[in-house]
């Protein structure tokens, strides 16, 4: 994908998802950004005033989001707290404590994961684990909000076909362990170049909303 040094807002992403936020009513509070990248999101949410915490286990990236920061408004700097770690299976002292997780393709990168994304467990348990932890960190009622890439090119609302880069079924029953699922919507992104004099390439995405329901709690581990 690249390092995304996109500056100007708003991108297909940031509006899909503040359009999805805003038709459910949401309000600032504490977000949890689980494979944050280089933090254009986490940037986006402390701007809209929410208080970020957000995780990357790229060093590199987290570098990138601190010296971005430095460019922001102070008030909306100070919003933002930067984690070198593993996303995955990040867990807080306590549960329940904020009131949304923002997923940035964390867990569509969770297929036949290479390198930074490589851990000693199979890609299916790294999605399971995914899905426990933002259940973990949220509120009931609070709001996990996921971008997904797809293969289709769909730009309305839709059910994705079963296949590569999609929520398997497995993924969905535990999903239903912990979550309300919403409607899927499907828009069109683009990736970041990879090299100066490439061009941006489309993405199909979708994105999620699943509210934390009040059925179990996810369990702690480590």
């Not at 807002?9 to 805003?22: D, G, I, K, N, T």
């Not at 930067?82 to 923002?102: S, Y």
């Not at 995405?205 to 699943?210: A, E, G, T």
Request: glycine residues 10%; contains cysteine; charged residues 30%.
């Amino acid at each position: 994908m690249g390092v995304d040094t996109r500056i100007h807002w708003p991108s297909p992403e940031l509006v899909a998802m503040w359009a999805a936020l805003s038709a459910i009513g949401a309000r600032p509070g504490r977000a949890l950004d689980l494979g944050c990248g280089p933090g254009t999101e986490a940037m986006f949410l402390a701007s809209m005033g929410w208080n970020v915490v957000a995780i990357d286990r790229d060093a590199f990236e987290i570098g990138v989001l601190n010296a971005r920061r430095k460019k922001l408004p102070r008030k909306v700097a100070s919003r933002i707290e930067a984690i070198a770690g593993d996303g995955i299976g990040w867990r807080e002292k306590k549960p329940g404590t904020f009131q949304m997780v923002h997923d940035r393709l964390l867990l569509s990168n969770l297929w036949d994961s290479q390198g930074v994304y490589a851990r000693n467990v199979t890609d299916a348990a790294s999605r399971r684990e995914l899905i426990e932890t933002a259940a973990w960190a949220l509120e009931e009622d609070g709001l996990f909000v996921i971008r997904m890439r797809q293969w289709s090119d769909a730009v309305e609302p839709f059910e994705p076909p079963t296949g590569h880069d999609t929520l398997e079924n497995r993924d969905l029953r535990e999903a239903d362990r912990w979550f309300d699922r919403g409607p899927e919507l499907g828009y069109l992104g683009f990736s970041t170049p990879d090299g100066a004099k490439r061009p941006l390439k489309r993405l199909s995405l979708s994105i999620q909303v699943w509210r934390r329901n009040s059925r179990r709690q996810a369990s702690r581990k480590g």
